[in-house]
């Protein structure tokens, strides 16, 4: 569950770009993710509510379930199904509630980019080939589609990102796996500059219950 998360969100939620050899470069893409991540970047704090949507058609899998990430830099807290996983940009604590366990990890800077979204977006230009798919009005929305292509052989092929584009913000997110599963995270709400602490990304154990295990795998 943890690795998958670790792909997230992905983009709900900057940088010379790179040309790569034997790549087309996607100028209009590229300009439209630096901005994306401008805008990311300049709130203080974040707040979003998302769905999240497994689907493999072949093995006739499709779950949705609902969560919440807040962020403020290299700091999250992440919660969704049960699971939450928190963050001080140091130290990653992950609660299992199936098994009431709380494992404690360093963080490890290539799969915490994937969960804190203005991380993610700094750094794409290293991991990513962006190319503009299409534009179009949905629902009364100007919206853009993205693919990232990732430059390195990954378990997925590409993600798309589907943005507002008078908001400059995330609509959806959708991985493709080269399993045939597909990873959908959706914005329910997006809450720019919520009021948080540095208390929020810390583990306490007293918010969890009496008995739950501590497992320091650092």
Do not use: C, H
């Amino acid at each position: 569950m943890k690795k998958i998360l670790l792909i997230i969100l992905i983009a709900i939620i900057v940088f010379p770009y790179t040309k790569v050899k034997a790549q087309v470069v996607d100028k209009k893409a590229i300009a439209i993710v630096d901005k994306l991540a401008a805008k990311m970047k300049s709130f203080a704090t974040l707040k979003i509510d998302f769905s999240y949507t497994l689907e493999n058609k072949q093995k006739k899998i499709n779950q949705t379930k609902k969560g919440t990430i807040i962020i403020k830099g290299d700091k999250y807290s992440l919660n969704v199904a049960g699971q939450k996983i928190i963050s001080d940009g140091k130290t990653t604590w992950t609660y299992i509630p199936d098994a009431n366990e709380v494992q404690i990890n360093s963080v490890n800077p290539s799969e915490d980019e994937g969960i804190n979204l203005t991380k993610l977006l700094a750094s794409y230009s290293k991991n990513f080939r962006p190319k503009l798919i299409r534009e179009e009005k949905v629902g009364g929305v100007n919206t853009i589609v993205v693919d990232l292509v990732p430059l390195k052989t990954k378990a997925y092929f590409k993600v798309r990102l589907v943005i507002d584009k008078d908001k400059d913000q995330i609509i959806s997110t959708e991985i493709f796996n080269k399993n045939e599963s597909t990873f959908k995270y959706k914005v329910e709400k997006f809450i720019p500059n919520p009021k948080v602490t540095d208390a929020d990304f810390t583990f306490k154990k007293s918010n969890y219950p009496a008995n739950v295990e501590v497992n320091d795998m650092r």
